[in-house]
Each structure stands twice: as structure tokens, then as C-alpha cells.
């Protein structure tokens, strides 16, 4: 049997698949905590400069898998919320702080933490077929895994709450009209593109992109005078980089720069 949840290092970039095309590759959470694994080792290994996360089949994601939960007994206070946290809310908090630019090639279905999952990605790239759904309403639960985090500085409050109010399907065209996905692809182009995308991204300034990274996810949460002594402070960080100087030499000698992600 395939594992539950692929891994191949390439050029520089960390692919990540979700292979369980017949279950729309919801999380179990073994294949969650795969994830979040992943994640980390690409954060602190400097020869991985991009990653890529991606299904199999026809969904990206359907969210957590909860045919193999626990079932009845009885509910202490206190457990769904610690269950939040080491689960769902971890692995989103994985990719936002993943050092290493995260894109999402949304294949299929992404619904629930599935779509939550996509949306934390720091790019989203979309097949024609991919559709995303705040799929909570329709099981009478409170959006999770950051949703009511994450598509406000998305797309506003007000489309926010549409989406989370209906759980209608949004199809990859909307959701790029919305602001919910970078770039809609052809199906049989997803996954060249996604590759062209990681390629770029690895031969660019990782460390830079790294705290730019910060930057950007951090503004949404701060006042200016905070943003700009962050921003300052970022700045000042990156200049000690081998990049940074090799950005600056290039620059001056006017031909391309060449980084090696130092």
C-alpha cells in the first residue's frame, strides 16, 4: 500500500502529496501529524527552499477524517478544544510559520479543514475542477482549523460570513474573483505549473522570503508603528545574508543574481 501521505525532495523543493484519493484524501491523524513533520523539517533545512502541497484524485483535501474517531462516551470539559489545538490549529499554524514559502495546488475538492489547509498556503494555485467549501454550517458546527481567522484577511467579513453562513461550493473561478486563490489552471496543468511556481521560489532569496513571510502575516495583527519596527528589524536581519550581499553586488556589476539560499 502507498503511504497516506507522499514525500519527495526535488531541486530544492519539498512535494507533499495527500494520497488517499479514495477517502478525498481527508486527514486522518496520523497523515495531519505527517504533515505538520513535514513542515517543520522543511523549515529548518536549508537545502529545502519551496514547498508544495497537493492530492490525489479528486479532492485536495476533505478535511479531518472522522469515520475512524472516537464515537460515543463520555465528553470531558475541556477535550475538543485541547483536541482543537494539538490538531487542527497546530497544522495550520505549521504552514503559516513554515520558514520556506508554501504553495497549494488545490487538485479537487478542498472542504472544511481541507480548505483551510489550502488557504494558509503563502500561494494558491487552482485546477478548473478545484472547489473550496465552508462545509461547517452543514454539519451544525463552528468553523475550526482558522477558518474565522483566515478568510477575513482574505476576503472581508462580509464575504467571509457568506461563505460560512451557506457553505455553498465555490469553484476555483469564483474563488479566484474573491481573492481566495492566486491563479486558476487547467487540470492537466496544475501540476507543471505548481512545479514552475516551487522552481522560481527555490532559487530565490530564501531568507528574505522568509521574513517577508513574517512580515506580511504579522501586518494583518499590528498597528503601523509596530509594522515598521518589525519591517526595520527584518531589514536589518536580512543584510547579514549571503544573499542579501550577493542581491546587492549584482546590482552594481547589472547581471542577474545567483542565490544560494543563505
Known amino acids: 500500500m502507498s503511504e497516506p501521505v507522499r514525500h519527495e525532495v526535488g531541486d530544492h523543493v519539498s512535494y507533499v502529496t495527500l494520497d488517499r484519493p479514495e477517502a478525498l484524501n481527508a486527514l486522518t491523524p496520523g497523515d495531519r501529524d505527517r504533515l505538520i513533520c513535514l513542515l517543520e523539517e522543511a523549515s529548518a533545512?536549508?537545502?529545502?527552499?519551496?514547498?508544495?502541497?497537493?492530492?490525489?484524485?479528486?479532492?485536495?483535501?476533505?478535511?479531518?477524517?472522522?469515520?475512524?474517531?472516537?464515537?460515543?462516551?463520555?465528553?470531558?470539559?475541556?477535550?475538543?478544544?485541547?483536541?482543537?489545538?494539538?490538531?487542527?490549529?497546530?497544522?495550520?499554524?505549521?504552514?503559516?510559520?513554515?520558514e520556506k514559502p508554501?504553495?497549494?495546488?488545490?487538485?479537487?475538492?478542498?472542504?472544511?479543514?481541507?480548505?483551510h489547509l489550502a488557504l494558509a498556503c503563502d500561494l494558491v494555485l487552482a485546477a478548473e475542477s478545484a472547489?473550496?467549501?465552508?462545509?461547517?454550517?452543514r454539519r451544525g458546527l463552528v468553523p475550526d482549523a482558522g477558518g474565522a481567522y483566515l478568510l477575513p484577511r482574505l476576503i472581508g467579513p462580509h464575504r467571509a460570513k457568506e461563505l460560512m453562513f451557506f457553505g455553498d461550493a465555490v469553484p476555483a473561478a469564483e474563488g479566484e474573483r474573491l481573492g481566495l486563490v492566486n491563479?486558476?489552471?487547467?487540470?492537466?496543468?496544475?501540476?507543471?505549473?505548481?512545479r514552475e511556481w516551487a522552481t522560481r521560489l527555490a532559487a530565490g532569496p530564501t531568507r528574505s522570503l522568509a521574513l517577508t513571510k513574517q512580515l506580511v502575516n504579522a501586518?494583518?495583527?499590528?498597528?503601523?508603528?509596530?509594522?515598521?519596527?518589525?519591517?526595520?528589524?527584518?531589514q536589518e536581519i536580512n543584510m547579514t545574508t549571503q544573499d542579501a550581499r550577493e542581491g546587492l553586488r549584482a546590482f552594481v556589476e547589472r547581471r542577474g543574481a545567483e542565490f544560494g539560499g543563505r
Not at 491563479?183 to 505548481?194: F, G, I, N, Q, S
Request: proline share 1%.
Open 45 to 98: 533545512d536549508a537545502d529545502i527552499r519551496a514547498v508544495v502541497l497537493t492530492g490525489t484524485g479528486r479532492g485536495f483535501c476533505a478535511g479531518a477524517d472522522l469515520r475512524g474517531g472516537a464515537g460515543g462516551g463520555e465528553r470531558v470539559a475541556g477535550d475538543v478544544s485541547r483536541t482543537l489545538r494539538l490538531g487542527a490549529q497546530r497544522l495550520i499554524a505549521a504552514v503559516l510559520d513554515c
Open 102 to 115: 508554501v504553495i497549494a495546488a488545490v487538485n479537487g475538492t478542498a472542504a472544511g479543514l481541507g480548505a
Open 219 to 234: 501586518s494583518l495583527d499590528t498597528d503601523r508603528t509596530t509594522a515598521f519596527a518589525a519591517e526595520a528589524s527584518a
Open 183 to 194: 491563479r486558476v489552471v487547467p487540470d492537466a496543468e496544475l501540476e507543471k505549473t505548481a
Open 131 to 137: 472547489r473550496f467549501i465552508e462545509v461547517f454550517v
